[in-house]
């Protein structure tokens, strides 16, 4: 299934049905009086957040969604039917946009209701009074909502894996679950978040493989800013870095530079600092590495390697442990 997390799409709730101007008549009831209907409502825009689906790719091609208009009134007092509403699935995560203004946030299955159809319209019954015997008023059935909204899926995670390209996340990731993602010995291997489960006993965590971020992301270099956002639903971080680069410290530093560059927040989440590809260095340099790494970082470092799985054990149980 293709990724997609921004869409843009027109939606209309449905228009309200006409009241009906009508007058009984029967045979022998020459003044039977008025007997119009009301209008039947339109129908209402609902949205519901839907688990296992990350994806907005159902609305790359469709993008107009128009709920039914009501029935109109009929005589002999019928009222008008309803119009069909319509229940748009969407991803957990999803944030729904207005002329840039937030107007829902999907974190839950429950279902929302986000433009109300027009109401009907009242039949000519509902105007009469004892000085009015045969009253010729009615209204007409209220417009329905119509806008061009905005869908944005923010991945919701526990932990989201970044690091730079090629540092191993995705290797890391296949380690912790059962993701099908894709690895390579060159940059930018993974285009796309993915998520995976990952489970121990009773214990789960749901864990986002981030795109790889190089200097300048968060102004749209590289794969850019747009997939920064999916870490901001993230409750923790894994910050995954390449031992056996030259600059080890500098590459933390860069990463650490663009989550504060693009949401000052993200730089106060809870982070796990991870050396990774262990097994190409000598334990002296290793050492080096690390106790640079902890003179700018507080946060406890990992040693780990994907190939060996030293250190993985061990982190996927302080992953666990993590946010309880």
Known sequence: MKFIDEAKVFIKSGDGGDGCLSFRREKYIEFGGPDGGNGGRGGNIYIQG?????????????????????????????????????????????????????????VSTKKILLFEGGKGGLGNTNFKSSTNRAPRKITLGEKGYEADVVFKLKLIADTGLIGLPNAGKSSFMKKLTAAKTKVGDYPFTTIVPKLGVMRKGDSEKIIADIPGLIEGAHTGTGLGFQFLRHIERCTSIIHILDVAEENVVSNYKTIRNELKSYNVDLKNKPEIVVLNKSDLLENEDIKKVKKSLMKITKNKVYIISTITNEGIDELKQVILRMGL
């Open 50 to 106: 839907v688990k296992g689906l990350n994806t907005l790719v159902d609305f790359r091609f469709q993008k107009h969604f128009r709920a039914k208009k009501g029935v109109h009134g009929a005589g002999r007092k019928r009222n008008g039917a309803a119009g069909k509403d319509i229940i748009l699935k969407l991803p957990l995560g999803t944030q729904i946009y207005e002329d840039d203004e937030l107007i829902e946030d999907i």
